[in-house]
């Protein structure tokens, strides 16, 4: 029996936890790290079954290659020379930009720098990106625009602090439940919460305001807050004047947002609207709290930057207790960005575009002619392979069949490439389509290093050895560079990654392995001497005076009507994490949430005659899904709620591939759909 | 009785390796303390109850009950050496009582007693406890005790298997008794036992309404950790897993708090509703249990306060129900 310390592989809250070995070496269960600054001892359920899925029999064990049309059993070296001489000979016929790579979240720092690597230096491409197109894109580009930075402001502990919560969009105790519950025993002691989330979840009832806005209305109800606390003389004129720029054009485009204007477009009533305002500016130490209720918009990095600005106009920036809080989703999705798994930047966000930058990547990596073109993104990417100037797509721990949007236009798309290799630890449903399955090792059976949603890079560590053939990602990664003719690929192990990412990146200049040895370092941390930085922005912004770039009111790409009268939103379940490939293979947790099911408010349920539980079919303009119908109240009249965990009901076959114009997220929050209760 | 030097316990456990299958509080790299092995950590006998269930040598999260291959299967054997099980407090001890009924009542569980038969048991207590406190004695429950006297651990022997063992230990002084030590653990306060015990007889009147437990619900996240860790839950889920040629059979620990635990397969579910889950945590244990073992199944072990992310563990729970529920103790009836 052993125990090893790691970090869990499920959300952004980035617990860490002792993953217990058994003699026969397999894993046997959890136990919560004690001494860590964010678990202090206690997970949530997904984080007591984190090490279920590990040793589960459908665990891919050996590469796959298609060979007359069925995927059969190949070595390891039959399966790379496959996948570096097809992208090669692609590439050679099509051009560098006829191939993209898609990294993934769920994988570490360093494979995700790896993967960028291989893309720009041995492919000559800047067609990366990963799955945080699909959640955070609009914060990363929001951010970086208002404040220098597209990271959460502040840190878990910093809930501690606070007197004020708003939480927007985030589903706070079932997708980051640690941080959920901390908010919750605060306002137990008096701290106070708002909520602005038309499905009535958990924190909604424990709110002192709840919100139940339109969806995609967001950018409505923070103009017009800000309208109140402006025109009610709550700004913090102080923090204005000195740590802000451009606050006439917010004055003049919040004034068009009189409560009653947005009561009209948000379905809330103008006091609501007011209330919110004077409780939110009312605060010493408020807290915005969103998630994919902003970002997963056309107007994604409109909310945002609304979120941004309602935040400096109050002050709430740069202190404890503070802040604009994203959550990130996925456990590692900061840190894939940071690794520049992006197509316009390398790691630490310096953009490929910049001279400097590419002259810096070029000299240290080796190569020359590195791209000078920002690539494609991971759905422009889908639309180029539908088009057919997209030729081959290796994909890494990414399942778009299931998480993008409209995934009959997904299949279509993936199955005009002439040459597709993904890279997992199951056969999911875009493995099948594949050319080439890449068996790849789990969280359990390797070392690295995941970034959390506080910045917080910490260590991953192998419990167990690989299952089957499996590999490590960062492993086979390398493989493939060498193998296409690349030698500035060849690490002993992923700490000589670290090193490498920590000359090349200055926001993780001071992190080695060696200091990684307790509770992780919080980026920026510039030097080896640096202890890093729980808060961003005290004194002074990153990007030296903060911006205020107020946006207009944009309704959502797909609105009901009369044919299709409902809205449907998508989301994750407590239980499930994405696409469900680790989570349904995980005992309590599949039994938990065993069906698809879209949730529907009573009174709509009742005039459609729907009983709770009852199968029924919800359909959009893509196409349509059986699934239960469960009957709740947390859904407001006229809106639907879907998770999209389910491959037999898969919520993004009725989803809309419609994208916010500079993030390219798409619009997984808004489409407009029907139900049929007939068989 | 003999005593010994902290040193001394270190080496005396680690001698007892060859025959036993030691299991022993262990500091891991973050504080974190837990039973396991002597080659996986520091040993940290001082310090309190571990951070980990204390029934787990015997009740592991996950166990293989058996895998079946071509029509013959093989069952999970006792386990080969003894389990040596140190460092449980009196609270843990009690509660190792408990699930040993539990688990030996009408149908005798093979895959518990696999591990547990054979096995021994030393609780450790005294002035050894976290942050200097001072550990309950637990005068039995268990087959050895160490108790602290601040520098030395006095040896008493509770059963044969406890005797024989202390018999191996080195010899160390002599000490004759430990009157002080227990006078000291007598007056360790019972505040908590006794807002336990109010809260049972205020649950058994079924004076707590249904209301408080739908406001406890909504701060339940469904974590689950108050059943994993506690050392009196006991149930599980069984799972097979078919792995080419064969079927093997787990079990997993399970929880109370989740919807499907009692869900049926018509899809009813008489613990359908959150508040109804919540209810039954602190009921089985302080009122459901007093009816069928004629005792509280809670030994106030603490785990459950200190894992639960929202602050409602039964410590915090109970002290709720007494406050609002058992208001009338002066002059009402007693409670
Ligand atoms: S809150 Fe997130 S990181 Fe923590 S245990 Fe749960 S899934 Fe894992
Ligand atoms: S204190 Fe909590 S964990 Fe400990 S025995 Fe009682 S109910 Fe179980
Ligand atoms: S530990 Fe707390 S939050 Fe977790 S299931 Fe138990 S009561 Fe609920």
């Known amino acids: ?679 | 009785m003999k005593s010994l030097t902290l040193q001394q316990v270190q080496d005396f456990l680690r001698s007892l390796t060859s025959d036993y299958d030691v299991q022993a509080p262990i500091a891991l790299p973050d504080g974190t303390r837990v039973l396991g092995r002597l080659d996986e950590g520091p040993l940290a006998i001082p310090g309190g109850r571990v951070d980990s269930k204390p029934t787990s040598p015997f009740f592991p999260q996950l166990d293989r009950i058996f895998a079946y291959r071509r029509g013959s299967i093989a069952m999970q054997q006792p386990v080969e050496k003894p389990l040596l099980v140190v460092g449980l407090t009196a609270e843990d001890a009690d509660a190792l009582t408990f699930i040993d009924e539990f688990f030996a009542a009408e149908y005798r569980d093979d895959v518990y007693f696999n591990k547990r038969d054979r096995s021994a048991v030393i609780v450790v207590s005294g002035r050894c406890g976290k942050d200097g406190g001072f550990l309950k004695i637990a005068g039995g429950d268990c087959d050895l005790e160490f108790v602290c006297d601040g520098e030395r651990y006095v040896l008493v022997p509770y059963t044969e298997a406890g005797k024989r063992l202390a018999h191996r230990a080195p010899e160390g002084d002599e000490v004759s008794s430990i009157a002080d030590l227990q006078a000291e653990s007598d007056a360790l306060p019972d505040d908590d036992r006794q807002v336990l015990e109010r809260a049972s007889r205020l649950l058994q009147e079924d004076r707590v309404p249904e209301e408080f437990w739908a406001e406890i619900a909504d701060r339940c996240i469904a974590c689950t950790a108050c059943n994993l860790l506690c050392p009196t839950c006991t149930c599980f889920e069984v799972f097979d897993w078919t792995r080419g040629e064969q079927i093997e059979r787990y079990r997993l620990w399970d929880s109370c708090q989740l919807a499907g635990f009692m869900r049926e397969a018509s899809g009813h579910n008489p613990m359908g509703e959150e508040h109804v889950r919540t209810r039954r945590r602190i009921h089985h244990k302080l009122a459901a249990d007093r009816t069928r073992w004629g005792r509280i199944s809670c030994s106030l072990c603490g785990r459950c306060d200190d894992v639960c992310p929202s602050g409602i563990g039964i410590k915090a729970v109970t002290r709720e129900i007494v406050r609002r529920f058992g208001i009338e103790k002066e002059n009402g009836p007693e409670t």
């Open chain 1, 1 to 679: 029996m052993k125990r090893v310390l790691t970090t869990c592989p499920y959300c952004g809250v980035g617990c860490n936890l002792y993953l217990v070995v058994g003699d026969d070496g397999r894993l046997v269960g959890v136990e919560p790290s004690v001494g860590h600054p964010v678990s202090r001892g206690q997970l949530c359920i997904k984080g007591w079954n984190a090490f279920h899925f590990v040793n589960h029999p459908d665990r891919l064990t050996h590469p796959l290659i298609r060979r007359g049309g069925r995927l059969v059993p190949a070595s390891w070296d039959e399966a790379l020379a496959l996948v570096a001489g097809r992208m090669r000979e692609i590439q050679d016929k099509h051009g560098p930009d006829s191939v993209a790579v898609f990294s993934s979240a769920k994988t570490t720092n360093e494979e995700n720098y790896l993967a960028m690597k291989l893309t720009r230096a041995v492919f000559k491409t800047n067609n990366v990106d990963h799955c945080a197109r699909l959640c955070h894109a609009s914060t990363v580009a929001g951010l970086a625009a208002t404040f220098g930075s597209g990271a959460m402001t502040n840190s878990i502990a910093c809930v501690e602090q606070a007197d004020l919560f708003f939480v927007i969009g985030s589903n706070t105790t079932e997708q980051h439940p640690i941080i959920g519950a901390r908010i919750i025993q605060v306002c137990q002691n008096g701290g106070k919460l708002m909520v602005a989330d038309n499905r009535k979840i958990r924190l909604a009832r424990l709110a002192d305001l709840h919100l139940r806005h339109r969806n995609g209305t967001d950018v409505a109800l923070l103009n017009a807050m800000m309208h109140v606390i402006i025109s009610e003389g709550l700004t913090d004129e102080e923090f204005i004047a000195s740590r802000t720029e451009r606050y006439e054009d917010l004055e003049r485009l919040v004034a068009h947002y009189p409560p009653a204007r947005a009561a009209r477009i948000t379905g809330l009533t103008p006091e609501e609207i007011a209330d919110a305002a004077r409780l939110f500016a009312s605060a010493d130490h408020a807290m915005i709290i969103y998630a994919m209720g902003i970002t997963q918009h056309t107007h994604g990095v409109d909310n945002v930057r609304s979120c941004a600005n309602l935040a400096m106009l109050t002050g709430n920036i740069g202190r404890p207790g503070t802040g604009v809080n994203p959550l990130r989703g996925q456990n590692n999705v900061q840190g894939a960005c940071d690794m520049g798994a992006l197509p316009d930047v390398y790691s630490g966000y310096q953009r490929v575009t910049d001279d400097a930058a590419r002259a810096k990547f070029q000299r240290a990596w080796g190569v020359r002619g590195l791209p000078r073109d920002v690539g494609i993104t991971s759905t422009a990417a889908i639309d180029a392979a539908a088009a057919g100037d997209l030729k081959a797509l290796y994909v890494i721990g990414e399942n778009p069949t299931l998480s993008h949007p409209d995934i009959r236009h997904v299949r279509t798309a993936l199955q005009n490439l002439e040459f597709l290799a993904v890279q997992d630890i199951f056969q999911t449903t875009t493995a099948d389509l594949a050319d080439v399955v890449l068996p790849a090792c789990s969280f359990a059976e390797k070392d690295g290093t995941f970034t959390s949603t506080e910045r917080r890079v910490q260590r991953v560590r192998r419990a167990v050895s690989p299952i089957g053939e499996s590999r490590p990602d960062w492993h086979i990664i390398c493989e493939i560079a060498s193998r296409a003719g690349y030698s500035g690929m060849q690490y002993d192990s992923p700490d000589a990654v670290m090193e490498e990412i920590a000359a090349l990146t200055p926001s993780y200049g001071g992190i080695s392995y060696s200091r990684l040895d307790g509770p992780g370092l919080q980026w920026p941390c510039p030097a080896a001497d640096h202890q890093g930085t729980p808060v961003l922005h005290v004194g002074k912004f990153a990007r030296g005076q903060g911006v205020f770039r107020p946006a207009d009111y944009r309704p959502p790409a797909e609105l009901p009507d009369d044919d299709y009268p409902f809205v449907l939103t998508t989301g994750r379940n407590y239980f499930h994490f994405h696409t469900g490939t680790m989570t349904r293979r995980s005992r309590l947790l599949h039994r938990e949430e065993r069906f698809p099911y879209v949730e529907i408010s009573p009174e709509d349920a009742r005039s459609l005659g729907i009983r709770d539980q009852q199968w029924i079919h919800v359909g959009t303009r893509r196409g349509e899904v059986r699934v239960q119908a469960r009957v709740t109240d947390t859904a407001m009249k006229g809106v639907l709620f879907m998770p999209f965990h389910y491959v037999e009901a898969a919520a993004n076959l009725l989803t809309i591939n419609a994208l916010d114009p500079e993030a390219e997220i798409p619009e997984f929050k808004v489409c407009a759909a029907r139900v049929r209760s007939t068989p």
